[in-house]
């Protein structure tokens, strides 16, 4: 096959859609965004997958436009709540969490995440804590969201009333 020569500052604009299968691989668009200094306009997908640092790395380009209302697949099985919720607020559309099988994060990034209407399939996910102190309410409301294991083993200091107290440490 043969080579072109003097591409690399063109406008790209995208044809795909992504209904079908598991949506455009977000890798593959990153992969298009640094071969080309022009802007890519990728407004027809409505659909994408890939992994959360490729993903984020997509919504976060100057140079990728038109992007902010497809449903999106998290194909990671680890995820840190803060990096989620960041990926939850470039879109409208759905953000599909079915892959994760772990969440890292604080007990504000988890509830945020937790309680988002658009991120779809969580609940049954292990769950590691990173404060140190937290209310016994949050950790309650927590434990509400998900049948995993919450490993809440860097709280030092957990505050509240005692009915709360209680229920979290029952």
């Given at each position: 096959s043969g080579r072109f020569t003097g591409l690399g500052s063109e406008n790209v604009t995208l044809t795909d859609t992504g209904n079908s299968g598991s949506g455009v691989s977000i890798a593959?668009?990153?992969?298009?965004?640094?071969?080309?200094?022009?802007?890519?306009?990728a407004e027809s997908i409505t659909a994408v997958s890939g992994s959360l640092a490729n993903l984020l790395t997509a919504y976060n380009s100057?140079?990728?436009?038109?992007?902010?209302?497809?449903?999106?697949?998290?194909?990671?099985?680890?995820?840190?709540?803060?990096s989620m919720n960041t990926l939850d607020t470039n879109t409208s559309g759905n953000v599909s969490a079915s892959a994760v099988t772990r969440i890292y994060g604080s007990i504000a990034e988890l509830l945020t995440?937790?309680?988002?209407?658009?991120v779809g399939y969580l609940?049954?996910?292990?769950?590691?804590?990173?404060?140190?102190?937290?209310?016994?309410?949050?950790?309650?409301?927590?434990?509400n969201y998900t049948s995993g294991v919450i490993n809440a083993g860097s709280i030092t200091t957990l505050i509240g009333s005692i009915v709360d107290l209680n229920v979290a440490f029952a």
């Open positions: 593959n668009l990153n992969t298009l965004y640094y071969y080309t200094t022009g802007y890519i306009n100057n140079g990728i436009t038109g992007l902010g209302n497809e449903a999106i697949a998290v194909t990671d099985n680890t995820v840190t709540s803060s995440l937790y309680g988002s209407f658009s609940g049954n996910e292990s769950i590691t804590i990173t404060d140190t102190t937290i209310n016994a309410r949050e950790l309650n409301r927590l434990n």
